[in-house]
């Protein structure tokens, strides 16, 4: 694997829809992608692994 | 097959078939319906030996070749019919035996079906990521992905994703894959895989070749990128909701960056199969090219992986744009495309040496996914939210102006409102999330007030990872009594203490837990736990009594209003313990003791004032040291909250300077990866005993960085010798642990930024 830093993905679109929309408004996969980050710690900086879903059984 | 040289390329990645057979009978699988029928004469799963001979292979080659981090797939057939207990062994075996060499990312690609909670406990303990083989929608799913039966497979795959979408498994959750057929209605699959909130989605090309070149019904000369097109300007027009990786492949190469997918782009592809009998494969999906293609000769019992690396057609895998064919490197979109997937090149006679079989559809592709790109950032309004441009240089300085800051605390809202919405979304809705809609609706301040209690996220989180008592009625109703609005909810007592944010905290008889009636009618507050006396409160005459204690809110010059929290269970979360709720006199002392220290940051050190006064919402009371040490503590996911054993007014000033360092930090780290989460490096520092990892000692440089600036003002002004050792001291341990971070190669370039930036305003003030 090439752990080369690429591009940084964002929250910072997310959270914008999330700051003007009602509490019972937000969408799903919005917030679950705020969980991955601050709950699940996902990493923001992508990294190439081809192999991650190269190919499907 | 030749070799290219003695020892090719480093290996990074390697693609374990653990089981040869599958419990799914799909017609568009490469394993089973392709010209190669290598998979009939090989054992049906990876024997334990076989698994240990290949993972010292890995291990030898990471060893020999100083890689930091090896990923290994498990793969197949279908790797679940090994079974939970052989793929524990399986596990286990890689584990002990690669990770003392590398860091091992181990994922799995599986179909899903035979995913239970015995396999998740087993994978969980090993640390693997689980991506899951969906084609959308039912029928598109059904489509190809059945059983020998012809029975479909969606169902069973579905409730594999929802269990990997639980709180004790969503950390295995690593994705979906996505096989595109024309017959399905590109944005229902869309929807479809939206619906079951991947953090990652990929879509494949259904393989072909020149020889056996891809379905094209109709009209369209380019139905492919026609279908794909489709998704991306909705994912566009939804402000990418997910991560797609084809089209975030497609928008790194168009700025000159990787692609990070072997389908797009000329990323070295450093990967080698491991068959189940132990034999070293190249990538699989070039079965569909002839029979016998991917076969090397070589097997992990004989051959190092340095012997496969420098097999021709391996190493000829990372040679990028120069290794493609002639028509490709004079094509203006080669870096994007980068040939497309190797194995779509094959035709008979030149071999790998063509263009893509969809290279039409490619070309169509990254020019619409370009222009569509660049008209859907044109089209966003300019306060679209977006990160301001000076937030790194405003937060490296060490203060943060007030706009800054402004927007620092904003992000951190959404974050809480969006793990509220995760924990009604996974626990389902109840009364009080409809009354805290309600509020909203009609007082949409005092529902921001109460979620913007430093330690609303911090229970959110524990709950989301399946800890934590409900709190969203004390939440509602906080938010209801704020508003002024009459409102009846349960709420949770918590070891005898009902707490509602902003507004104050019930004591009932010591012990009392669970579930607890709040009533507030308009002016009068009751809380009520079974038989018991109710308590009733005021909120509009905040009068404490033995048993009800309003929020000790200090109002201060210059605009700040901060809370001392001693009433909220949930503080409970520092290095040290909290105090019990302050006797009267205690709570005047933080009184004067805030408000001269307050005098002095705005006289000695007004560049932190606005963060202070924009952010610091509680301060948590410690228990005091016996010693009389000084306690100091910020919670990592309570944004705007320090906890402190009070000191004298002058060292509060520098505490609290101190110790928002961390959460401004904090919050930054919310957003941007200064570091890399995954390094293992850590740094011997001044103030600690132990090694510190890189997260520590960038929180320990920036927050004693404004320590040192404290004292070096107070130093300058009154000539204290104390003060200025104490300025020497700082300066020298954070330009001492700068060197140490940059020495771990664990900063991030954003993060090199950062530090460069912080030792710039240190090395600034005279020694």
């Known amino acids: 694997m090439k752990p080369v830093p690429a591009t940084m993905d964002s929250l910072v679109e997310p959270l914008a829809a999330i700051t003007t929309a009602p509490l019972q408004g937000i969408r799903a996969e919005q917030a679950a992608r705020v969980v991955r980050r601050i709950v699940d710690s996902e990493t923001l900086v992508r990294r190439l692994d081809v192999a991650a879903f190269n190919s499907a059984p | ?767």
């Open chain 2, 1 to 767: 097959m030749p070799p290219a040289r003695d020892s090719g390329p480093p290996i990074g990645q390697y693609i374990l078939k653990m089981h040869g057979r599958c419990d799914l009978a799909c017609d568009h699988c490469y394993v089973y319906q392709s010209v190669d029928q290598s998979w009939r004469d090989k054992p049906r799963s990876m024997l334990p030996h076989v698994v240990q001979a290949s993972a010292q292979r890995v291990a030898e080659h990471a060893a020999a070749r100083g890689l930091s981090r090896v990923r290994v797939v498990l793969h197949g057939g279908e790797p679940l019919l090994l079974g939970a207990e052989p793929m524990r062994d399986a596990l286990a075996r890689l584990r002990s035996t690669i990770g003392p060499v590398a860091r091992l990312d181990l994922v799995m690609q599986t179909n899903g079906l035979r995913l239970d909670t015995a396999m998740c406990e087993v994978l969980k303990e090993f640390g693997v990521r689980v991506g899951v083989s969906l084609d959308g929608y039912r029928e598109a799913n059904d489509r190809h992905r059945r059983y020998a039966s012809g029975a479909g497979s969606f169902h069973q795959a579905q409730a594999a994703l929802a269990l990997l979408r639980t709180p004790d498994f969503r950390e295995l959750y690593a994705g979906i894959l996505c096989t595109i057929d024309l017959a399905n209605d590109p944005v229902r699959v869309y929807e479809a895989l939206l619906a079951e909130q991947p953090p990652r989605v990929d879509f494949l090309l259904p393989h072909a070749t020149w020889e056996h070149p891809p379905v094209r019904p109709g009209a369209d000369p380019t139905p492919y990128a026609t279908w794909l097109s489709a998704i991306h300007r909705r994912w566009l027009a939804d402000d990418r909701p997910i991560r797609i990786r084809m089209f975030e492949a497609l928008e790194s190469t168009g700025r000159g960056g990787p692609s990070g997918s072997e389908q797009l782009g000329a990323d070295a592809v450093d990967l080698v199969v491991i068959e189940t009998d132990g034999h070293y494969e190249q990538a699989d999906t070039i079965k569909t090219a002839f029979d016998g293609a991917p076969r090397t000769g070589l097997n992990v019992f004989r051959h190092r992986v340095d012997e496969v690396a420098a097999l021709g057609p391996v190493a000829g895998r990372q040679t990028g744009i120069d290794g493609l064919s002639p028509v490709c490197r004079s094509c203006p979109v080669v870096s994007q495309c980068g040939g497309g997937l190797y194995a779509h090149r094959y035709r008979p006679g030149s071999g790998f040496d063509n263009p893509s079989v969809y290279c039409a559809d490619l070309r169509v592709l990254v020019d619409r996914t370009n222009e569509e790109s660049h008209m859907h950032a044109d089209s966003k309004p300019d306060d679209s939210g977006a990160m301001p441009s000076t937030l790194i240089e405003q937060i490296a300085s060490g203060f943060g102006d007030e706009t800054t800051i402004g927007w620092l605390a904003e992000q951190e809202l959404a974050i809480t409102r969006a793990l509220l919405f995760a924990i009604v979304d996974q626990q389902g809705p109840s009364d009080a999330w409809d009354i805290l809609g309600t509020v909203e609706a009609k007082s949409p301040e005092a529902v921001r007030d109460v979620l913007g209690h430093p330690y609303v996220r911090p229970w959110a989180v524990d709950r989301l990872r399946g800890g934590g008592v409900c709190r969203l009625g004390a939440l509602a109703a906080a938010s209801a009594v704020r508003a002024g609005i009459a409102v009846e909810v349960g709420v949770e007592a918590v070891d005898g203490v009902v707490h509602l944010p902003h507004v104050g905290t019930a004591y009932l008889p010591p012990g009392t837990s669970g579930p607890v009636r709040v009533t507030f009618d308009g002016s009068e507050l009751v809380v009520t736990a079974g038989a018991g006396e109710p308590i009733v409160a005021d909120p509009a005459r905040p009068v404490p009594t033995h048993a009800w204690q309003p929020a000790r809110q200090v109002t201060l010059p210059d605009g700040w209003a901060v809370l001392i929290e001693d009433g909220d269970p949930l503080r409970a979360r520092h290095r040290w313990p909290v105090a019990d709720r302050l006797p009267d006199g205690e709570e005047q002392a933080w009184r004067s003791a805030l408000t001269e220290a307050w005098r002095l940051i705005r006289a000695e050190t007004p560049g932190y004032v606005p963060a202070l006064r924009g952010a610091l919402r509680t301060v948590v009371p410690l228990r005091a040291d016996e010693d009389g040490a000084q306690r100091a503590s910020t919670a990592r996911h309570a944004f705007g909250s320090v906890a402190a054993a009070l000191p004298g007014p002058a060292d509060l000033a520098v505490l609290l300077v101190h110790e928002f360092q961390h959460g401004k930090l904090g919050a930054l780290l919310d957003l941007c990866d200064l570091f890399d989460l995954d390094s293992d490096a850590s740094v011997q520092v001044a103030w600690r005993p132990d090694p510190r990892p890189v997260e520590g000692v960038l929180q320990g440089v920036y927050a004693h960085a404004a320590v040192a600036d404290v004292y070096r003002v107070r130093a300058g002004r009154d000539a204290d010798a104390t003060a200025g050792r104490q300025y020497t001291k700082y300066r020298q341990w954070t330009l001492d642990a700068i060197t140490g971070l940059r020495a771990t190669g664990g900063l991030t370039p954003l993060g090199t930024s950062f530090v460069d930036q912080v030792e710039a305003a240190v090395l600034s003030w005279e020694t």
